[in-house]
């Protein structure tokens, strides 16, 4: 049995939904069991991270579990589902996190990981993280702007990244979870190529076949527009340093860790573009 928490978000919807084709045995984690579409043939439970007891009744039974914390200041979800994980003797533990944990130039986003990592690392199960990159789907927050012909907001300046379709993530946490022999490692996961935001618009110009332009936001304008996410204050000034060291270079970074799990090279942004389309096209 494989615990998949964050089960509807979009690395974790992907990975049951892989799981569950492969004809795996796959328990869903979410807070909203009723409301949730998960496909046939998966266990769902109610898990909230807040409450601890319903993780480890979550975890009763799984051998393997994929772990989805909250990104944010507080580390105490990761370290509670560890803890879960481990009263319930799960054997092999796979956690998400984010590309440069630890690093100082990020500012405080660069720490949200850190217990968790720690925590998976120390657990005594036979352990993978796995550090993605910036989303080529963080684009979709982009769709409602190219749909009206406005310019696109640029939070990160030409500043460019590693991007990656979030389908290797998903894939590569699937070949992880299921073979123990690539445990033991930290993954970091790129697409094969940096592109900067005016590099995303323009790929998208090309498979849309109209412009698309952007508009740099000054960091007040792009707390404003973090706020207006709905995010905390905490995390809204988390993701304006972050922004400010992806602005400065600081995540041009590609690796090859995607190719050596699935035996293939990542994805590109086009080729995520090319498939997604319809988001972007006008209603």
Excluded: C
């Excluded at 993978?128 to 406005?150: D, K, Y």
């Amino acid at each position: 049995m494989i615990l998949v928490t964050g089960a509807t978000g979009t690395i974790g919807s992907e990975v049951v939904r892989l799981l569950a084709a492969r004809g795996e045995k796959v328990r869903a984690l979410t807070r909203h069991p009723a409301k949730a579409r998960i496909q046939p043939g998966v266990e769902v439970v109610r898990g909230d991270y807040l409450d601890p007891g319903s993780l480890e009744a979550a975890m009763s039974g799984a051998t393997a579990a994929f772990l989805v914390g909250v990104p944010g200041p507080d580390t105490r979800h990761d370290e509670d589902l560890v803890a879960a994980a481990g009263a319930a003797g799960v054997g092999r533990l796979v956690k998400l996190s984010a590309i440069a944990t630890g690093d100082p130039g990020v500012g405080p986003s660069g720490t949200w990981h850190v217990a968790g990592e720690r925590a998976v690392r120390e657990s005594g199960a036979e352990w993978v993280v796995l550090r993605p990159s910036s989303f080529a789907s963080n684009t979709l927050s982009w769709a409602e702007a190219i749909r009206a012909g406005t310019p696109v907001p640029n939070m990160t300046g030409d500043g460019p990244q590693g991007v990656i379709d979030p389908r290797d993530v998903s894939e590569v946490a699937v070949r992880v979870l299921l073979d123990g022999q690539l445990a033991g490692r930290t993954y970091t996961l790129t697409g094969p190529e940096t592109i900067s935001v005016p590099g995303q618009t323009a790929v998208l110009a090309g498979v849309l076949g109209r412009p698309v332009t952007t508009r740099d936001l000054s960091p007040e304008e792009t707390r404003e527009h973090l706020l207006a996410w709905g995010l905390g204050a905490a995390q809204a000034e988390g993701i304006l340093a972050g922004s400010a060291f992806v602005r400065r270079g600081g995540n041009a970074v590609v690796t090859d860790d995607v190719r050596q799990v699935l035996g293939r090279t990542a994805r590109t942004y086009r080729e995520w573009a090319q498939d997604n389309r319809a988001a972007f096209a006008a209603v």
